[in-house]
């Protein structure tokens, strides 16, 4: 079973850039596939970005297309979102999570429910 920790949340201006990072312990990272997802107040659960197990394939939705890139480290255990040229809008709580997958499997999952492991969330805050 594996734990997922948060970093790198915080108040940035509009226009700025922030580096989250997801640390996982307890399993092999390599055997995950991973994404985050994001939450704003009063608004659902928001998927931003996934990447398969080895890191060939990810997905992002247009709303972040080309603004937010996920990467992962599997020696580090772990997972990475680079979100430049930030909006107001991007102001959410950010989740990793995590879903155990075969060897074989290079799929980028983008439903919460898919995920079978949750962090615990880093808030992140843009400025106007």
């Known amino acids: 079973q594996v734990q997922l920790v948060e970093s790198g949340g915080g108040l940035v201006q509009a226009g700025g850039s922030l580096r989250l990072s997801c640390a996982a312990s307890?399993?092999?990272?390599?055997?995950?596939?991973a994404g985050w997802f994001r939450q704003a107040p009063g608004k659902e659960r928001e998927f931003v970005a996934g990447v398969s197990r080895r890191g060939g394939n990810t997905y992002y939705p247009d709303s972040v297309k080309g603004r937010f890139t996920i990467s992962r480290d599997n020696a580090k255990n772990t997972v990475y979102l680079q979100m430049n040229s930030l909006k107001p809008e991007d102001t959410a709580v950010y989740y990793c999570?995590?879903?155990?997958?075969?060897?074989?499997?290079?799929?980028?999952?983008?439903?919460?429910?898919?995920?079978?492991?949750w962090g615990q969330g880093t808030q992140v805050t843009v400025s106007s």
């Open positions: 999570a995590a879903k155990a997958v075969g060897p074989l499997n290079r799929i980028v999952h983008v439903t919460g429910n898919d995920y079978n492991y």
């Open positions: 307890g399993g092999t990272f390599e055997s995950y596939a």
